[in-house]
């Protein structure tokens, strides 16, 4: 498939594509020209959804607000613009204006224009009723439906209004544009002022109304919450009352810290009386059994004084132990210790002249360290009382705090409640006062009619038109698998080609008239044609004499041909024999009427008297025979090469290829033979297999001859 050939198809019907673009141009511009001129009206709704200047209360909020979510307000603003109960209130306000005013955007259609006065009151009342209450038309009603007609003929109704009605946001702006083409300059500004006036009164009454329900119905689940509150504080408050609890957390943390410091002081005791312990026997190892009667029998005089002192420091030191060894008690506790190591050495001073007194010191240490054990035992016991008491009063503490935690974790809860409450009742209080941010920014006012496009329509219209037929021409050339060119049948069949004829123009012509003297300006190009032709079939033929002329089907040519190269070899001065080989169609018979016919040469080898000044013609008489029925095949090789030595050159006009036994029984003798194929046809599949035979006669086949071109080819081998 060549570019060339589809230009040369766009040439073939220029004239057709010049009719049909001119037509649609006439037909455009008639459509067009009482096309009624358009005015545009448009205003903007601002919406405040991204201007910062009026989000000072809810700043923060804004600055989180995601692109998508801001996306999101402005389709929903759009698509409540879109409602069809706001247009069918634009619409019920159109057409009573109308009706009422004596200056109407458009006149009544002619199916309504003979409407009666009391007709068109009743059709007022209705509209007016149904715009207040915000109701459609219910075309159940045969009245109601009457009337939605109504709005249909002036175009009033909700499809029509929508064709001309453009709602969208200003790129990355805050402002929603609403635009409305019509044929009236008042009427397009009135469509768009009333449908953002709609908008906006919808738009407020919808968003305060459940603003307004939802500040009433948090205000009352606050008050709930409070009340529960303050309820579970009321039973906290009076269980502590019943029970005589202040501070758990701070009782508890004192009797543990006391605990903690009475464990200390017991610590510390134990280890004192260990190594008082341990100081009294070492000093008892010091004393043989004699010393130690003695001592014990001469200072029992003086036991009752330090006896009488040591009980009043036990009962001292069980209050110092009893109050938290308060620092109040420690210099009385002091001064009595220092009493009693008074009274010990005292008793120590009585012995000056003993002989063993050089052991006094060593009694004095001993019974101090015996009064400092007394008391560290008693400081253990009363130590163990107190721990005792303080664990006491521990366990007694143990359940009023689970029953008190229980109470405060429902008291937490409760606060979460209801701060969580009073938050979303402040915010949403505060929103309801500061929600309503949509308005007009200015009213949409009448504007000039729009630049005319009747000739833009006019000139869109023609070259539409013109790309459309070139379109459908190249669709035509893609899907057309017709051989036009003898390139196409080359590469087609793969097999060689020797030239190409014409298409003879006029009507059909008669082959004894084909060579007269007034048909050679029309047989001009074709004579030229078959001239290269005939060299190229004497090229392949290199002496030999005997060429078969033949073709895929009937009526592509062939015998044309053959008359034709006879005529153009005895131009030459060849001795031509013409051989009508077709039974089945014996057009050359017919044509020329012979007087010798094959069925008798064949039979009796009758002699063919040669005129000097004509071609030799051998016809048939047609009719269901082939040629090895009128002989065998060794006696018509016989013949043939009796008619080889007789003529220059022998042109047999084979039957076509889809009668394959007698195209066969003729290429039997014959040197060469060449196809005729009839341009802008398709091979078949049926087809395929005479070219396959074609394929097996190797060189015997010439190559095509491609008949009814436009133009001439050169030969081109395979």
């Keep these: 498939m060549e570019v060339s050939g589809y230009f040369s198809l766009v040439?073939?019907?220029?004239?057709?594509?010049?009719?049909?673009?001119?037509?649609?141009?006439?037909?455009?511009?008639?459509?067009?020209?009482?096309?009624?001129?358009?005015?545009?009206?448009?205003?903007?709704?601002?919406?405040?959804?991204?201007?910062?200047?009026?989000?000072?209360?809810?700043?923060?909020?804004?600055?989180?607000?995601?692109?998508?979510?801001?996306?999101?307000?402005?389709?929903?603003?759009?698509?409540?613009?879109?409602?069809?109960?706001?247009?069918?209130?634009?619409?019920?306000?159109?057409?009573?204006?109308?009706?009422?005013?004596?200056?109407?955007?458009?006149?009544?259609?002619?199916?309504?224009?003979?409407?009666?006065?009391?007709?068109?009151?009743?059709?007022?009342?209705?509209?007016?009723?149904?715009?207040?209450?915000?109701?459609?038309?219910?075309?159940?009603?045969?009245?109601?439906?009457?009337?939605?007609?109504?709005?249909?003929?002036?175009?009033?109704?909700?499809?029509?209004?929508?064709?001309?009605?453009?709602?969208?946001?200003?790129?990355?702006?805050?402002?929603?544009?609403?635009?409305?083409?019509?044929?009236?300059?008042?009427?397009?500004?009135?469509?768009?002022?009333?449908?953002?006036?709609?908008?906006?009164?919808?738009?407020?009454?919808?968003?305060?109304?459940?603003?307004?329900?939802?500040?009433?119905?948090?205000?009352?689940?606050?008050?709930?919450?409070?009340?529960?509150?303050?309820?579970?504080?009321?039973?906290?408050?009076?269980?502590?009352?019943?029970?005589?609890?202040?501070?758990?957390?701070?009782?508890?943390?004192?009797?543990?810290?006391?605990?903690?410091?009475?464990d200390d002081k017991k610590q510390q005791a134990e280890k004192d009386i260990a190594s008082y312990e341990g100081a009294i026997k070492s000093i008892d190892n010091h004393f043989n059994p004699k010393d130690r009667q003695y001592i014990e029998s001469t200072i029992s005089q003086y036991n009752q004084s330090i006896t009488s002192t040591t009980e009043q420091l036990h009962i001292l030191n069980d209050e110092y132990v009893h109050s938290g060894f308060d620092p109040r008690y420690k210099p009385a506790v002091d001064s009595l210790q220092k009493e009693l190591n008074n009274e010990i050495n005292n008793g120590s001073d009585k012995y000056i002249s003993d002989p063993r007194i050089a052991k006094d010191d060593l009694v004095k240490q001993r019974m101090t360290l015996e009064v400092s054990r007394d008391l560290a035992k008693y400081s253990v016991k009363s130590i163990d009382r107190e721990l005792g008491e303080l664990n006491a009063q521990k366990a007694r503490l143990v359940p009023f705090d689970a029953i008190v935690k229980t109470y405060e974790f429902d008291i937490n809860i409760a606060s979460q409640e209801y701060m969580d409450v009073l938050n979303k009742y402040n915010a949403t209080n505060l929103q309801s006062n500061f929600s309503i941010k949509l308005s007009q920014v200015e009213p949409a006012t009448p504007s000039s009619a729009e630049p005319s496009k009747k000739m833009l329509l006019i000139v869109l219209s023609g070259v539409s038109s013109l790309i459309l037929c070139l379109l459908v021409l190249f669709i035509l050339f893609y899907l057309d698998d017709t051989i036009k060119e003898p390139v196409d049948l080359v590469n087609k069949t793969q097999l060689p080609l020797l030239g190409s004829l014409n298409t003879i123009s006029g009507p059909k012509p008669d082959l004894k008239k084909l060579w007269d003297v007034e048909n050679r300006q029309r047989m001009q190009q074709f004579k030229e044609l078959l001239r290269s032709v005939r060299f190229e079939i004497d090229q392949e033929l290199k002496g030999e004499k005997i060429l078969g002329i033949t073709s895929l089907g009937p009526g592509e040519g062939k015998t044309l041909l053959a008359?034709?190269?006879?005529?153009?070899?005895?131009?030459?001065?060849?001795?031509?024999?013409?051989?009508?080989?077709?039974?089945?169609?014996?057009?050359?018979?017919?044509?020329?009427?012979?007087?010798?016919?094959?069925?008798?040469?064949?039979?009796?080898?009758?002699?063919?008297?040669?005129?000097?000044?004509?071609?030799?013609?051998?016809?048939?008489?047609?009719?269901?025979?082939?040629?090895?029925?009128?002989?065998?095949?060794?006696?018509?090789?016989?013949?043939?090469?009796?008619?080889?030595?007789?003529?220059?050159?022998?042109?047999?006009?084979?039957?076509?290829?889809?009668?394959?036994?007698?195209?066969?029984?003729?290429?039997?003798?014959?040197?060469?033979?060449?196809?005729?194929?009839?341009?802008?046809?398709?091979?078949?599949?049926?087809?395929?297999?005479?070219?396959?035979?074609?394929?097996?006669?190797?060189?015997?086949?010439?190559?095509?001859?491609?008949?009814?071109?436009?133009?001439?080819?050169?030969?081109?081998?395979?």
């Excluded at 407020?204 to 009340?227: D, G, M, P």
């Excluded at 002699?607 to 018509?636: F, H, K, M, P, Q």
């Excluded at 003529?647 to 889809?658: C, F, Q, R, W």
Aim: hydrophobic letters at 35%; proline letters at 3%.
């Design 11 to 262: 040439g073939k019907y220029k004239y057709i594509i010049i009719i049909i673009v001119l037509a649609m141009v006439v037909a455009s511009y008639f459509l067009v020209k009482n096309l009624p001129d358009e005015y545009i009206s448009s205003t903007q709704i601002a919406t405040g959804i991204v201007d910062a200047s009026k989000h000072l209360l809810d700043k923060d909020a804004n600055a989180a607000a995601q692109q998508e979510q801001i996306n999101q307000e402005f389709n929903n603003l759009t698509e409540i613009l879109k409602l069809k109960k706001l247009i069918d209130n634009v619409s019920y306000q159109l057409i009573i204006h109308d009706l009422s005013s004596p200056t109407p955007f458009r006149k009544l259609n002619h199916q309504f224009k003979n409407l009666s006065q009391p007709a068109i009151e009743h059709a007022l009342v209705v509209y007016r009723a149904k715009l207040q209450n915000g109701e459609p038309l219910s075309l159940y009603d045969k009245d109601e439906a009457g009337l939605n007609e109504l709005l249909i003929s002036m175009r009033y109704d909700e499809r029509s209004l929508r064709k001309n009605l453009d709602i969208a946001r200003d790129v990355e702006s805050d402002f929603i544009s609403v635009t409305y083409t019509s044929e009236n300059p008042q009427l397009s500004p009135f469509v768009v002022n009333a449908l953002c006036k709609e908008f906006l009164n919808y738009y407020t009454v919808n968003v305060k109304q459940s603003e307004t329900n939802a500040v009433n119905f948090l205000s009352n689940l606050l008050i709930e919450k409070r009340n529960a509150l303050n309820e579970k504080k009321d039973s906290l408050q009076q269980y502590k009352i019943k029970n005589g609890i202040l501070n758990l957390d701070e009782q508890s943390r004192l009797i543990y810290a006391q605990i903690l410091n009475y």
């Design 563 to 718: 008359t034709s190269l006879a005529y153009s070899y005895s131009a030459i001065n060849k001795k031509v024999l013409l051989i009508d080989g077709n039974f089945g169609n014996p057009t050359i018979s017919k044509t020329i009427q012979p007087k010798l016919f094959v069925e008798d040469y064949f039979r009796t080898s009758a002699y063919i008297e040669r005129d000097n000044t004509a071609i030799s013609v051998i016809g048939n008489r047609g009719g269901d025979v082939t040629l090895l029925e009128i002989n065998d095949e060794r006696n018509i090789q016989h013949e043939f090469d009796d008619l080889r030595s007789r003529y220059d050159i022998i042109l047999i006009d084979l039957p076509p290829l889809d009668s394959l036994n007698q195209s066969k029984e003729w290429i039997l003798f014959t040197n060469k033979v060449i196809a005729v194929y009839e341009a802008h046809r398709s091979i078949t599949r049926s087809q395929s297999q005479y070219i396959d035979y074609l394929k097996h006669l190797n060189n015997k086949f010439s190559g095509w001859v491609l008949n009814k071109t436009t133009a001439g080819y050169k030969r081109k081998k395979k």
